[in-house]
């Protein structure tokens, strides 16, 4: 059974810092990445990361996030620094199959609330 569970979301003032993690199992994983769902707007794509380590960021968030994975341990981080309010949202992580990457799981999601 595949499963992805996020843990490292929370309340943290704007300016502040958090770190997310996802651990993955059940599966070989191809790109994993983070999405945000803000209440009110679309599900989009916030960052994401090839096996190879390649990396892609929304605009909104390049030069503060940072998103890296352990290959060994299926595991990926979302490192995100000088949040903004605009930042709260819940965040998902994904993962698509290595062999046929049309196959996608998600996470249950974690809550993130940037507010003073």
């Known amino acids: 059974q595949v499963q992805l569970v996020e843990s490292g979301g929370g309340l943290v003032q704007p300016g502040g810092s958090l770190r997310l993690s996802c651990a993955a199992s059940?599966?070989?994983?191809?790109?994993m990445g983070w999405y945000r769902q803000a209440p009110g707007k679309q599900r989009e794509l916030v960052a994401r990361i090839t096996r190879a380590g390649s990396t892609d960021y929304t605009d909104s968030v390049k030069g503060r996030f940072t998103i890296s994975r352990d290959n060994e341990k299926k595991t990926v981080f979302l490192q995100m620094n000088s949040l903004k309010p605009e930042d709260t949202a819940v965040y998902y992580c994904?993962?698509?199959?290595?062999?046929?990457?049309?196959?996608?799981?998600w996470g249950q999601g974690t809550q993130v609330t940037v507010s003073s």
């Open positions: 059940g599966t070989i994983f191809g790109a």
């Open positions: 994904n993962a698509v199959h290595a062999i046929n990457p049309r196959v996608q799981y």
